[in-house]
């Protein structure tokens, strides 16, 4: 069964780090661009970072660059998430997303796409939730 299963979440203080993981059974991601995406009570559910299939190479949004790192294991078929410097507005339910699609990928994180085309990504997590509160 092809599928994304996302890890790490919790409850975390102000200032406080998380390692979110997002590990693929059923297939390998060495050619899958992988997204981090979040949804907050009662907002859309919006990009964060993603990582490339073809060179690694990476993206954030605004709100998280330079306090969040995306890194992959093909190995061991993991994509992380390092979020550090966490905020009370990074509280989510956070999902990891694969496709094949580096430019799909990219779109629908940058948020050229909007979320009614998330569900054109290959494969999807079931979330984990982060809650950043004192």
């Known amino acids: 069964q092809v599928q994304l299963v996302e890890s790490g979440g919790g409850l975390v203080q102000p200032g406080g780090s998380l390692r979110l993981s997002c590990a693929a059974s059923?297939?390998?991601?060495?050619?899958?661009?992988i997204g981090w995406f979040r949804q907050a009570p009662v907002k859309e559910r919006e990009g964060v970072s993603c990582?490339?299939?073809?060179?690694?190479?990476?993206y954030y949004v605004d709100s998280v660059k330079g306090r969040f790192t995306i890194s992959r294991d093909n190995a061991k078929s993991t994509v992380y998430l390092q979020m550090n410097g966490l905020k009370p507005e990074d509280t989510a339910v956070y999902y990891c997303?694969?496709?094949?699609?580096?430019?799909?990928?990219?779109?629908?994180?940058?948020?050229?796409?909007?979320?009614?085309?998330?569900?054109?990504?290959?494969?999807w997590g079931q979330g984990t939730l982060v809650t950043v509160s004192s």
């Open positions: 997303a694969a496709d094949r699609s580096t430019v799909a990928v990219g779109r629908l994180v940058a948020g050229t796409l909007g979320p009614s085309a998330h569900s054109t990504l290959e494969v």
């Open positions: 059923g297939f390998t991601l060495d050619d899958y661009a």
């Open positions: 990582i490339s299939g073809l060179d690694d190479s990476t």
